[in-house]
């Protein structure tokens, strides 16, 4: 099976623009979740997706948000982006079912500059 | 709340020395335990993880972890240390299988010196 693929693998941004990452899961997984990872905050939960519902969400402001398709592929978004937003964007997927294993696979990131 | 705590942000090591990185856990629910590993300009790639089913895990590239509720560690070790094993590890735990929210630990560099 593929791994986890996310696009694009980097992205320059200015302060004040919006930015659109995308997730691609493993084939059969239908829970996505996004992490930020930054040197001085570490990896951070942003918000999980499963069946096109947002299912947990981490402590973020509402300029972050996400989505879900029916083919369980996810987009995230970043509005009136701040230099703080600079980071590596990281994508998982798992099964997600109640019956499913609960690891989860991670894709390589989106390394997101904002200047 | 859940909380994961890793002990030493770097950790040296000489090439065939055993690899002792240490993780405290931090849960009101027997938790799900996870050990992944990044290596530069990438993503995380799973080591192993511990689900209750055995408190010994194996994983691979020679990892092996014991969950140890008495002391809410879980740390990660390796006999003999490779080259390759130098990178960031991270420990992480969640409530239940369900939720995709891993709360990460802070990381731990290793070092492998020839």
Known sequence: KAGVTQTPRYLIKTRGQQVTLSCSPISGHRSVSWYQQTPG?????LFEYFSETQRNKGNFPGRFSGRQFSNSRSEMNVSTLELGDSALYLCASKEGG???SN????????RLTVT | AQSVTQLGSHVSVSEGALVLLRCNYSSSVPPY???YVQYPNQGLQLLLKYTSAATLVKGINGFEAEFKKS???????????HMSDAAEYFCAVTRSGNTGKLIF???TTLQVKP
């Open chain 1, 41 to 45: 905050q570490g990896l951070q939960f």
């Open chain 1, 103 to 110: 690891e989860q696979y991670f894709g390589p990131g989106t």
């Open chain 1, 98 to 100: 109640s019956s499913g």
């Open chain 2, 105 to 107: 630990g802070q990381g």
């Open chain 2, 33 to 35: 335990l996870f050990w």
């Open chain 2, 71 to 81: 002391e809410t560690s879980f740390h990660l070790t390796k006999p003999s240390a």
